[in-house]
């Protein structure tokens, strides 16, 4: 175990749906990040949060919504999502956002849309 | 922009082999080089790092790793495999892009 726990492990979606993935850690940590993990393809960093607030949202799009209520939750909130979204969601955290390489991930969220 | 090459989707090693894991980067100013490992259903696990020093870099489970900046390589290496090594390896560099992830090379290791 990183520390780091997700729920749910998988989820299935349809199109019309809203969901939220649940990220939690208790590191003491002050940066979470969302990463997305397709296959064979470069793991994708979505989002990046220190001390609560967010710092880096790589060109998202806005059926993703990330909420941060403490230094210790973390959300991704899914509205209208397309098949192409289908894959592994994974959250991390670390020191502060300088540490980003030091980052312990979760187990992620396998997401399928259909 | 900075990038990472993983060139092999897939490398098989015959347990008690040396194994190698190919990455090249490209990356603005002086490199900072990761591996990290992610077994089946796990989420993923720092390996090694290259900051500055010594080419050759020592982490996790006997694994280590070595910089050579004329190829701008670094790649990942064991002395010999073991079956509990198969997973997904990813390399990664940072720069002031940020974190750059490769896409990734299973390895396995048969018996």
């Known amino acids: 175990e990183t520390g780091v726990t997700q729920t749910p492990r998988h989820l299935v979606m349809g199109m019309t749906n809203k969901k939220s993935l649940k990220c939690e850690q208790h590191?003491?940590?002050?940066?979470m990040y969302w990463y997305k993990q397709s296959a064979k393809k470069p793991l994708e960093l979505m989002f990046v949060?220190?001390?609560?607030?967010?710092?880096e949202n790589n060109s998202v799009p806005s059926r993703f919504s990330p909420e941060c209520p403490n230094s210790s939750h973390l959300f991704l909130h899914l509205h209208t999502l397309q098949p192409e979204d289908s894959a592994l969601y994974l959250c991390a955290s670390s020191q502060n956002a300088d540490r980003l390489h030091e980052a312990f991930f979760g187990q992620g969220t396998r997401l399928t849309v259909v | 922009a900075q990038s990472v090459a993983q060139p092999e989707d897939q490398v098989n090693v015959a347990e008690g082999n040396p194994l190698t894991v190919k990455c090249t980067y490209s990356?603005?100013?002086?490199?900072?080089l990761f591996w990290y490992v992610q077994y089946p259903n796990r989420g993923l696990q720092f390996l090694l790092k290259?900051?500055?020093?010594?080419?050759l870099v020592k982490g996790s489970y006997g694994f280590e790793a070595e910089f050579n900046k004329s190829q701008t390589s670094f790649h990942l290496k064991k002395p010999s495999a073991l079956v509990s090594d198969s997973a997904l390896y990813f390399c990664?560099?940072?720069?002031?892009?940020?974190?750059?992830f490769g896409k990734g090379t299973h390895l396995i290791i048969q018996p």
């Open positions: 990356v603005s100013g002086n490199p900072y």
């Open positions: 290259y900051i500055t020093g010594d080419n």
């Open positions: 949060y220190s001390l609560e607030e967010r710092v």
């Open positions: 590191l003491g940590h002050n940066a």
């Open positions: 990664a560099v940072r720069g002031a892009d940020g974190l750059t």
